[in-house]
């Protein structure tokens, strides 16, 4: 085994680039995100739920991009949030589906993927 395999990373956070802070911050908050640290004058928000933390950072600009989180609670994450007026890109009532996407303002998704065992 490599050094590198030894190596703890630390703590894992994910940057996504933003337009605008504010309906970002209205997006994330819905999801359950609480702001713990933010500039922005600087054009920056640190948000958290649970272990994860999410950078929104308005300075830089990327093409869409998302994360997944796989849970055992599709169905019931979708009838929670179902009325929220969030962008549904793709729903479990479609086909059967076991999966749930959602689009923030800037387009990245979110998805709630079943969680395979």
Known sequence: MSIIQELSFGEFSLSLGVTDLQRSLVFYETLGFEVIKENKDQGWLILKRKELK????NFFKTGPSGMTFHTDNVDFI???LKNSGLNFKETPEEDNKEHLTILDPD??????DKLQK
């Open 54 to 57: 999410l950078g929104l950072f």
């Open 78 to 80: 979708y009838q929670n």
């Open 107 to 112: 387009g990245n998704w979110v998805l709630f």
